[in-house]
Each structure stands twice: as structure tokens, then as C-alpha cells.
């Protein structure tokens, strides 16, 4: 594995520099060799991204005018070698505006310009690494931080921990890191969040093998992330948190901790939470679940060891991991019958199991800062970008959709499921969503999974499941399917925040009585009455369609550290965050839920807790999550 490098310099004829255009992603290409060559022309207004077609590989651009982006590149690439591979001295403050407007659009630059520059670091710097360390600001002071969980979040925050010399352990149940892609080792299982943007802005790898990483790559990259940032002495493998309880006496946090070895306790000033919300699955409550006399399990938990081939298989679900492992299963198993509650929308994604070419790894290791694009193209294509199609308009009349942009997802989206399913016109009702799109997680497809639900072997059932008996799956219908075994495709308990440990904060408060299943968390980081407790992928930290969870958890780590400058310059042991601050801001959040989408359908979603809130989401843009998160106000703590 190699992490971003110096750009190597051109030394290949005019046909291979040809060769590799013709697998460039046109928007990023041109912002890099602007960037790169000082060759501004390059950035011409008709070769701009349609705002209505980002979802498009290269934004809309395409024919004659993708022909003509692909010459203005190489002819500045072959002027740019012939000259020595030397960049252009930085561009300047309009230079560089004129460039990110090329790609946002004139209207957005001045917001996104603070961000892009952190985000990017073109130049090499890690500009969300902490800027003081605990030694320069509160000498002799004894700070100890648990950090809970070493996957995704809790590698970032024990960094910056690290590099802010604040002594930290980490607590990790499993005996290795990685999180869900350590517990997640289904058929199939992959991200779907294209990997440029699914990993750490300041640990960048340009030789990812496939555009959306399989679960071996990913645990791999964290593997190694965790080694380069020395962590591993940190960590404690196969440590359980079962408790933790504040002490306003001593000013710290009591952790009980469950070992292979017996029941332990561990003191520290400070607790945070990276547990994540994605790993305590979910099985639905079926009748008669427990019944069952076949082999069954949760996709989360395979079974490696349980040959399927020949098997009559049921698959409960078709989410996210379901459209992962049926596919994967189906060619092998006697028959597949998948049982079906709600059709996902599927945005096709050529890409999605595709290996990244040559030529496009030649790319990121010749042309100057086209990572860096590459990785902000995907942050606006799939993002920042394409947030409005979710947002509603009250005043929307159309069937199916909450706004004009949202119909007009919908009627793409609708018609590359019957494109797909032109072979088999009677599966079309069965698969075509009724709900508007984005209220739900959609689900990126390459053929592949209307291809498993065509296949002669594969039938999609979609009657409602009256229980489960003995020997196979009742439908209310009154029809029986008799099957070997069941594999549950059903999600997690996403809701249910920090389950199953116990936190007990100040004057004994139980967090989760608190919460009645209902949580709720300032910036989705503090909860009032717990001090120095700090949660990372908290309540209303998801996204739906805007964004990497990586890039979120950068975001809160930052708040993090900055919560611990605050109280060691003050000299102060703890901060607690006011509950009016904490309330104002969840009425924001609930409001600007209530405004998208995924808030305003009445379609059955992991998103929305028992009670009918969405727990999960943040309502607003990357770019308002990142101006709310850089800095901590004093005035919104009582510091103690």
C-alpha cells in the first residue's frame, strides 16, 4: 500500500498520455492540470458539470465536448513534460477561485475555498492535526483519555490524541481493528462510498486497487493506518466496556471492563465513544424465528462454515448488504428465494466492482495534485452536490417525489430499473419503488443485482412473512416455503446508541433512561450531564446521499481535541454542555430533518427510531457540519 507521494514526473510518449486521458474523470482532470500547469484556458465554461447531471460519471459533459476536455489535457500534459514535469509556482487566491468555481460554480466558492483547502492539503500538510500538544498547555497536568472501539473513528481519535501528546488507551472487544470491516465478512461485502472519499483525508492511498473496496481492502487499509500512526501499543484487543460512570468527587470516569481474563475496572478523565452504530445486528421479530431447524444467521455474522451449495437458501431483506451477498451466493445455491419488505431505488455505478485501471493509477502518480480533485470531484458529485434532489418542496405536487429536483431522480432512476429489467417485465411492479428516492439508503447496482433476481434459480418474494416454522419461511398468504437455510439481511440496531453498555453520568443519571430510546447529542459529540464524554457517530451523524462517514468523524475529532484544548488552557477537569444549547440545537436538527426527504416519507426506514424520529441523519450540508465542528464556544459548556 502506498499513501499519496510526490507526483512523479511525465516520461511516457503522446499515445500512452492519450491512453491514460481516456480513463480520466474530466471534471478533476481539468481542475489538476489547471492547477498543475498554470494553464487556465483548460477551464473553459462549456465544458462546466451540469448541476442537473452530477450523478453522471463526468457531470454531463460528455460527446464532442469530453473530446475536446481530453485534447485541451493533453495538449497541456505534453507541454507540461516537454518543460520537465516542473508545476507552476501555487496559484493565486483568484486563480485558485476560478479553478474551484469551475467545479462548484461561481456561487460557491467563497464558501467551500476554507474547506477545500483543509480538506485537499494540496501542498502535503495535515491541517486538521492539532496545533498544541498537552505539554505546552497545562504542564504536569495528569489527562487520560479512553478512547472505546479501534475501528474507523477510534483509529483517527487516538491519533490526534497521539499527536496532541494527551496519554490515551483504546478498548477494542474484537481482537483486531478495523470495526465493521473486521465483524462485516459476508460475500460480496464491499463499500459504497467510492474509497478516494472513504478514507482519511490526511492519509490518502493512490494505488487502491478497486474504485469501491472490497472488506479486505478496507480492513487492510486501517491495518496499516494503525501501524504507520503507531497506535498499537495503545490498544487492548478483546476489552469490553460494560459500564462507565462519571464521579463529580475525582473528576473522572470509572470504566468496567470485561476481559478474557476476568472483570477489571480502568480510571480516566475522559471517555470516547467510537463504537460506531452499524454493529449490533438487527433480526426482525418474526414469529416462530427461534423455531427454525435449518441453519440460520445474521449477514453480519456469517457462516464460513456452512456450505451452501445445492441449498434451498431464504434471504430476508434486500438492503444494503442483502444486494451485496445474494448475488455472491446465488450461482452456487439450489434456490434463492428472496423475501422482499420494500424495493430499494438503485443509482447505477458502472464502477462498482470494477478494478481501478492503469491508467487511471498512472494518473494519481503523474498528473500534480489529480488525487486531490479526484477525491473533491466525488465529495461534490455525490455529496455537497447532489443534496437539493432531497430537500422537500412544500408546495410539490407530483406523485412520488417531494420536489421538481426530486422527480427528476425519480424518473432517472425509474427508468434504469426497467432498462435493467427489460428481460423480465413482470419483476418491474415487484421492484420499482413507490416512495420518493433518497428516502431511503439507495443502493449502487452495476446489473448485478437485477441480474441475481433473473436468474432462473432466484425467486422474489415479496407477500409479507407471517412466521417462521420448523422447516421454512409462511407467508400470509397461506403458501409455505420450505428451505435449508435462512440468512437474515435485516440491518442493525442502529437506534439504540452505546447498547449495550451502561453510562452513568452526574447525580447517578442513567444515559440510556435519559434517552428512552431517543437519543439525542449536541453536534452528535456531547449530551448534557455526561462531562467529557464524547461521542463519535453519534444521533444525527449519518448521511444518506452527502458524504463519507470518514470525513464526519474527521470533523468531530477535530471538535474533540478542541474541547480538550479548551479545558486544559482553562485549567479546568472537565466540561459539561449547557442543555439549552443542546436543546436549540436539536430543534434544528429535528426541523431540518422534517425538510428532507428521508424525514417527510412514511416509508419504513432504519432511519427513524421507535418513536417515529430520525435519530440517524444530519439534515444539512458537509460544508455546515465542517464550519460547525472547527471551533468549540466556551459559552456552550459549563466548565467545571
Known sequence: ??????????????????????????????????????????????????????????????GDRAALARQLAFDALVRF?????????????????RILAFVVGDHMVEDYLPLFLEELSVHGDDLRAPDWTLVELAPGTEFRVAVIGAGMSGIVAAYRLKQAGIPFVILEKD??????????????????????????????????????????????????????????????????????????????????????????????????????????????????????????????????????RGKRVAVIGTGASAVQFAPEIAPEVGELLVFQRTPPWLVPTEDYHREVSPQTLWLFRHVPTYTHWYRFWLFWQYAEGVLPSAKVDPEWQGDGSVSALNDVARQLLTAYIQAVFAGSPELIDEVLPTYPPFAKRIVRDNGVWPGALQRDNVELVTTDIEQITPTGVTTVDGTHHEVDVIVYGTGFTASQFLMPMKVVGRGGVDLHERW?????????????????????????????????????????????????????????????????VHDAYNRRIDEGNRNMVWGAATVNTWYKNAKGRVTQNWPFSLLDYWRETRTPDAADYELL
Open 175 to 308: 481482537p483486531d481493528v478495523g470495526g465493521t470491516w473486521w465483524e462485516n465478512t459476508y460475500p460480496g461485502c464491499r463499500v459504497d462510498v467510492a474509497n478516494h472519499f472513504y478514507s482519511y483525508s490526511f492519509a490518502q492511498r493512490e494505488d487502491w486497487p478497486q474504485h469501491y473496496s472490497t472488506q479486505e481492502v478496507l480492513l487492510d487499509y486501517f491495518r496499516t493506518c494503525t501501524e504507520r500512526f503507531g497506535l498499537h501499543e495503545h490498544i487492548r484487543f478483546g476489552t469490553e466496556v460494560t459500564s462507565a460512570e462519571w464521579s463529580d468527587e475525582s473528576g473522572s470516569w470509572t470504566l468496567c471492563l470485561r476481559t478474557a481474563d476476568g472483570e477489571e475496572t480502568l480510571e480516566t478523565q475522559a471517555v470516547i465513544s467510537a463504537v460506531g452504530q452499524l454493529n449490533r445486528p438487527s433480526y426482525p421479530p418474526i414469529p416462530g424465528r427461534e423455531a427454525f431447524e435449518g441453519v440460520s444467521f445474521h449477514s453480519a455474522r456469517w457462516r464460513h462454515d456452512v456450505d451452501l
Open 81 to 97: 513534460r516537454d518543460g520537465g514535469s516542473v508545476p507552476a509556482p501555487p496559484p493565486s487566491d483568484a486563480d485558485l477561485r
Open 516 to 580: 428512552d430510546g431517543d437519543a439525542r447529542a449536541y453536534l452528535g459529540i456531547t449530551v448534557p450531564g455526561f462531562p467529557n464524554l464524547f461521542l463519535l457517530y453519534g444521533p444525527n451523524t449519518n448521511i444518506v446521499i452527502n458524504g463519507s462517514i470518514t470525513y464526519f468523524s474527521e470533523c468531530e475529532v477535530h471538535y474533540v481535541l478542541g474541547c480538550l484544548r479548551l479545558l486544559l488552557a482553562g485549567g479546568h477537569r472537565a466540561l459539561d454542555v449547557r442543555p439549552e
Open 1 to 62: 500500500m502506498r499513501f499519496t507521494e510526490p507526483p512523479a514526473p511525465i516520461d511516457v510518449d503522446d499515445d500512452a498520455i492519450r491512453d491514460a486521458l481516456a480513463h480520466a474523470r474530466l471534471i478533476p482532470l481539468l481542475a489538476a492540470v489547471a492547477y498543475a500547469t498554470g494553464e487556465l484556458s483548460v477551464l473553459r465554461d462549456d465544458l462546466r458539470p451540469d448541476p442537473a447531471r452530477l450523478l453522471e460519471p463526468d457531470g454531463g459533459v460528455d
